[in-house]
């Protein structure tokens, strides 16, 4: 079901193949390939009633408007329909398009619940195939490693017991393919400037150490993301489409590839190259070795 700008597909329907809805868009010339693309696992009449904030337009929700919410904080690239359309018809390579449903808890009116709209996960798609649903708590690491990120947050050392919430700005990753014994692997390279935004303790006040702990604490989100597209039996980090784009002959050689990619060897180290420039407030500038360095 589609809207003005956006376009909604309901699980079900993935999971039957998404060409045949690009076949019925193709043949009416007046149906644009621009709108946003999501699915959702609820009622899609009940996703598209959804209002907007303080009595606005519906068109103002993350369906219709997903930039705004995604400058501010970061998880899963929105993606348009032509976008997608290219994606399924590239060898290897897994498509990943987020999932709306519909909060009824988090905010409320006059004392009364207000249902809002929210990304609780992603479905993913490997050429035409439906792959996966990945809840959004699974999903931490895409973060990290999925184009188009612009700002992301993180509590260092970890969610239980935070000593810091560190901002990232527009994470850079890549992979460095190499054949040991016959076998393939991947380095990951993350590159992105962060700085400090609230502190709760004192525990980490080291420059270094910060940098150190927080470069871990994305480490970690990565490697789980690849631990869940191996349970999940996904190619959530596209590993396959690497392959076949920069290595080619062996991306024939060892058809279907993805069978030998989604292995636990398969990452073989993950480098974070972090640089915290600075903290956000006076508060935090307790910081030592380093803050305000650029």
Known sequence: MGARDSSLISESVLKEGIRGIYDSFSRYHEFR???WVYATRESVKDIFSVPGFFERSPLSTILHEPKGIHSQTSYVTSIRLQQLIRQINEPGYTSCIPTLAINKIQWSEKN???PK??????IFLKSDAFRSYIPLKELSGLRWVQPGMIRVSIPVPDRKEPSVQ???DNPKASLKYMNRGGRPQYDVKMKATGYAVSRT???????????????????VE???????GIDKKTDILNLEYNLFRYHYGEWKAMSPAEDGLLTDDAIHDIHINLNITHTSSEKNKSVQGGIGRH
Do not use: Y
């Open 166 to 168: 560190i901002v990232v």
């Open 201 to 219: 303790n004192n525990s980490l006040l080291n420059f270094r150490q910060l940098t150190s702990e927080t470069e871990k604490a994305i480490e």
């Open 33 to 35: 390939l621009t709108p």
């Open 222 to 228: 990565i490697r789980n993301l690849f631990r869940t």
């Open 112 to 114: 009364k619940p207000e």
């Open 117 to 122: 709209l929210m990304i609780d996960g992603a």
